[in-house]
């Protein structure tokens, strides 16, 4: 079955950085796009970031431009998301998305706080 285990979050000062990963198994994980997702306590979850199969392309949301980077190690079935500068307001839970054949998969999340 598919799992998704994201790990790397914790609790980090403003302008600091954090390295998220996702390990993906149970599906061909270089034949779907990925994605990350966060939720703010809250809020409503939103979509951070995506990355094509192969890695070539990629789209972030507008409040994390030029600060995050997806990327995506196909010969680990690894999901990276690269946090830089981060905010206050970059904090909450963040998500590891595959979807496959119109379903869609989550991981457990990993807690994000940016805190002073």
């Known amino acids: 079955q598919v799992q998704l285990v994201e790990s790397g979050g914790g609790l980090v000062q403003p302008g600091e950085s954090l390295r998220l990963s996702c390990a993906a198994s149970?599906?061909?994980?270089g034949a779907w796009p990925m994605r990350w997702y966060r939720q703010a306590p809250g809020k409503e979850r939103e979509?951070?970031?995506?990355?094509?199969?192969?890695?070539?392309?990629?789209n972030y949301g507008d409040s994390v431009k030029g600060r995050f980077t997806i990327s995506r190690d196909n010969t680990k079935n690894t999901v990276y998301l690269q946090m830089n500068s981060l905010k206050p307001e970059d904090t909450g839970v963040y998500y590891c998305?595959?979807?496959?054949?119109?379903?869609?998969?989550w991981g457990q999340g990993t807690q994000v706080i940016v805190s002073s």
């Open positions: 149970g599906f061909t994980f």
């Open positions: 998305n595959a979807r496959v054949y119109s379903n869609d998969f």
């Open positions: 979509l951070v970031a995506t990355i094509s199969s192969l890695g070539r392309n990629t």
